[in-house]
């Protein structure tokens, strides 16, 4: 609709996650660093979690493009817990067979998968998005899922990304052997003032932009009324420029958005805004409490340390795929760490 007049090649503000829009902000580099630790280290369990629209997918999506050929990767999308089907959707997830098969014959067709993907030098790693729907009894099936092992080895790794209500989830005492593996967590919170002017410049970017269409002035009231959403950002980005087009406004000047604020205000969307505010402005929830052993939480500073003396020589930076290097990086940016690959005997 509004492309051509503003000499985009798409829209640069869709809320379908999209890894090719991904702007690195402070918070979003630390839980990428996280998730890569995870993965390097074969940490039996990651956490991520954080509010509503936070960019949990988006983050997911970009690791999952990097992935070391060597790993073997489910992912779970809103699976519904309390149907007894955690098998199927695994099984499912690792493309399968598992139709008309009893517990008893998933279970072992799943160890055999893993054990099979380890005697090939690979690892199954399991993840699970929107893992707050999940519920105690699914979440100890988990447990003993990854009570797999060979040679010493722990051949399942699970990593958890949800919304903060996984954190109450994990709370539960019943769930003490469970939280006891977490290797690494992160709350991921929403953007602060001076990032989502970057935020934006990069989406408009990326989606083909040559001028720049939102000025510092205006970033900062979209702050004020998204909170630093990414999605709630996306979202009044996309309506703005709905608006500047039907204007013919080339630039979404201060004026033109408070005015469009002032509208809004009479709208469903306004009370959509108000509500996903509430839900992310969320402090980042207590860490799981557990009476003994407690799990070793590492910082992603601490990460990115213990990371670099488990790796080979860091490769040249760039975009990871199969067969090739990924990164970890600090808070800085700074690569830090190449993916150790397992040699095959």
Not at 110 to 137: H, K, M
Not at 284 to 295: G, Q, T
Request: include cysteine; aromatic fraction near 8%.
């Amino acid at each position: 609709m509004y492309e051509s007049f503003y000499g985009l090649k798409t829209k640069p503000f869709q809320t379908v996650p999209d890894p090719g829009f991904l702007y690195l902000s402070k918070g979003h580099d630390l839980a990428l660093t996280m998730l890569r630790y995870g993965l390097m280290t074969a940490a039996p369990l990651t956490v991520i979690t954080g509010a509503v629209g936070a960019g949990k997918t988006t983050l997911l999506r970009h690791i999952m493009n990097e992935m070391p050929e060597e790993l073997t990767v489910g992912l779970i999308s809103n699976m519904q817990a309390g149907r007894g089907e955690l098998l199927e959707w695994v099984m499912m997830a690792l493309s399968q067979p598992f139709a008309g098969k009893s517990y008893v014959e998933l279970f072992q067709a799943f160890q055999d998968f893993v054990i099979e993907r380890y005697a090939e030098g690979r690892r199954v790693v399991l993840i699970f998005d929107e893992a707050q729907n999940l519920d105690i009894p699914t979440l100890e099936e988990l447990r003993l899922l990854s009570n797999i092992n060979a040679d010493g080895e722990q051949l399942l790794q699970l990593i958890l990304v949800g919304q903060p209500q996984l954190r109450d989830l994990l709370n539960d005492p019943r769930l003490t052997q469970f939280v006891q593996r977490i290797v690494s967590d992160f709350h991921l919170m929403p953007l602060e003032p001076e990032e989502v002017e970057p935020y934006i410049d990069r989406r408009l970017k990326v989606a083909g932009a040559h001028w720049k269409i939102f000025p510092a002035e205006s970033c900062a009231l979209i702050h004020e009324a998204t909170g630093g959403v990414p999605r709630l950002i996306n979202s009044l980005c996309d309506l703005c420029l709905v608006s500047g087009f039907s204007a013919e406004e080339k630039v979404i000047r201060p004026e033109l958005l408070r005015e469009f604020l002032a509208s809004a205000e009479k709208h469903e969307i306004y009370r959509q805004f108000r509500r996903l505010r509430s839900a992310a402005e969320v402090e980042a929830p207590r860490r799981p409490a557990v009476d003994e052993e407690p799990p070793l939480y590492l910082d992603p500073g601490m990460a990115a340390r213990e990371a670099s003396d488990l790796a080979a020589p860091p490769g040249p930076a760039g975009p990871a795929g199969p067969g090739r290097k990924g990164s970890v990086r600090d808070g800085s940016g700074a690569e830090v760490i190449s993916w150790p690959r397992r040699g095959k005997d």
